[in-house]
């Protein structure tokens, strides 16, 4: 692992550091600019400097490492590093007001604080702001058509991501969703943005297109199994670890993946599914989800696509310390427990 | 007026396709895009195609007319002007949340119909969908750089209207504004947007720095002028012209740029405001902006900004056909009673 923590080390400081430069952090800028700052965890809701847990940065940390493995210089992957983190980033803004979410990292959401017009339009201005972040490749010397193609891609990006997001919401108001809607949409709402985190590094290191494709798919596929590998914990996973009750994802009746086996399976499922949520409600579900082996069921999902991953990591034939720092992240990843 | 509205209709008709093309109407698509159709103004909330007003399309025009004056192909601005105008319109969807607005060109807005959660992700979609029109300069033949250089200005644009929207949020929670606030204020809302417009055409007619600039500032002061033109029509405005009861901007307390002059200039409008809004408020309003001058100071700012218009345009050095319709244009701007 220490290819990985090495290279992450310097790497995540290079992000940092250019997103604080694209977000005029320490400069003297106006509540405009200083509510991002909250929200990417520089600052409290007074604007004094803080020092908070940002999330995980997977997907920077797969676009410098990708274009490092596949031979270029990951300098000058920085600029889409931010500018993916900061759309990801935008995209939790609107997701927070848009889920009525009260918290995020611990912290109140944007729009708790400031309101929801603010906070929508806090999230546009971080949306440009992350396309801002992406135009400065030319900087470091990436070339002009590279650039407008990594634009059109992040884009095309983008577009997937409101799908995605489109059908979770839709599909809250629906009774039935099939897995192959399931999974086309957590395809739009996770693993298209990790599929193109892979892609880009290999743009910038100027691989070939058969490379890029296998990088982009396994990003795809890591992200497919990290959604579904994320619902199971939502269910099963040890709270101590994942610091978030089990009893959510169910008393919410989210639709996740084994939810959806299990009302595809279960008849006591699906009775108990149209019925209000009592004490007993989390207990009874996990005893019929048990019944239909729907946890079994959604490890071999992710175990299927985990495998997709891996397999087109190998034939993307990543080189140096920075196939063994993917190789890592990737197992790490997959094998999480929160 | 011969040339203006010649050349309108070749481009109007143009942009429409183009956007129609980037937005997959005709295409089989879900509600994710159909909301989208008919926030265009293309088909009705049960998504059967509609012909409806869909605004004055100044921005686009702006940007087809001025590359087509400045000696370029106006074809090549093409996905240019549908990127600005899906700019507006995405710009829309948020601001009718944000302001709560019920109508829009006369019917129910995008979040009226299909809920709040669902409009921010449709403006987030229409605002990804924008920057993939801009993407599509390369395909009728314009250079990588200058396409980079678009996107980049388009975003730092985008950025200016968000602060712009952000102050205006912020000038509703305050006391007092200043004039140099409120003109900061237009100048991010609406000006920059026609700026930057009337930048494209230039730049991808390959005109040099020196013309594009001018044709910048033509577009800034333009805006400027037009949006307290604006300000002047919303208080003393013909209704019948307008379509709009004069009454709005004052018994809503709209800090707008005669207001701001009034209250700086009459303790009696001062007094008038801090109180609450009765059927005799909107009359007196009127009358102690009146005592002060308002309307005649609001208007010589606006002529100001006109002649500086009318003076970048005229220092840019348009030709032909696109310069009598430049010309024309901005005349009937300026001079619009609606």
Redesign the interface.
């Known amino acids: 692992m220490d290819e990985l923590k090495q290279l992450s080390a310097q790497m995540l400081s290079a992000l940092d550091e250019e997103m604080r430069a694209v977000l005029k952090m320490g400069e003297r800028t106006d509540?405009?600019y200083r509510m991002l700052h909250y929200h990417m965890g520089w600052v409290d809701a007074d604007f004094a400097p803080v020092t908070i847990y940002s999330g995980k940065r997977i997907r920077p940390l797969l676009i410098m490492l990708t274009c490092h493995a596949a031979g270029g210089d990951w300098r000058q992957a920085v600029p889409a590093a931010a500018a993916v983190e900061m759309l990801h980033n935008f995209?939790l803004i609107?997701d927070d007001?848009?889920d009525h979410g009260d918290k995020r990292r611990g912290r109140l959401t944007l729009w708790k604080i400031w309101g929801?017009?603010?906070a929508?339009?806090?999230?546009?201005?971080l949306?440009?702001?992350s396309?801002?972040a992406m135009?400065r490749l030319?900087e470091r010397g990436v070339?002009?058509?590279t650039?407008?193609t990594a634009?059109?891609r992040?884009?095309?990006t983008?577009?997937a991501l409101?799908?995605g997001?489109?059908?979770d919401?839709?599909f809250e108001t629906r009774n039935t969703v099939s897995v192959t809607e399931y999974v086309a949409m957590i395809t739009g709402k996770t693993a298209v943005l990790l599929s193109h985190s892979a892609e880009l590094g290999g743009m910038i290191a100027g691989a070939n297109a058969e490379t890029i494709a296998h990088y982009a798919n396994f990003g795809l596929n890591l992200g497919l199994a990290f959604q579904i590998q994320d619902d199971i914990l939502g269910i099963w996973g040890n709270e101590a670890l994942t610091g978030k009750s089990a009893a959510t994802d169910i008393s919410t009746k989210k639709k996740t993946l084994p939810v959806l086996y299990g009302l595809s399976q279960s008849k006591p499922l699906q009775t108990l599914y149209q019925s209000a949520v009592d004490d007993a409600f989390v207990g009874r579900a996990i005893e019929f989800l048990d019944e239909v082996e729907a946890r079994q069921r959604a490890e071999r999902e992710t175990a299927v696509y985990s495998q997709k991953a891996i397999a087109h990591l190998t034939a993307a034939a990543p080189t140096g310390d920075g196939k063994t720092a993917l190789f890592d992240l990737t197992n790490t990843l997959l094998t999480r427990q929160k």
């Open positions: 509540s405009f995209s609107h007001i848009e929801m017009e603010q929508i339009n806090s999230g546009d201005a949306f440009a702001l396309h801002l135009n030319m070339g002009a058509e650039a407008v634009l059109r992040f884009d095309e983008c577009v409101t799908n997001q489109y059908h919401m839709d």
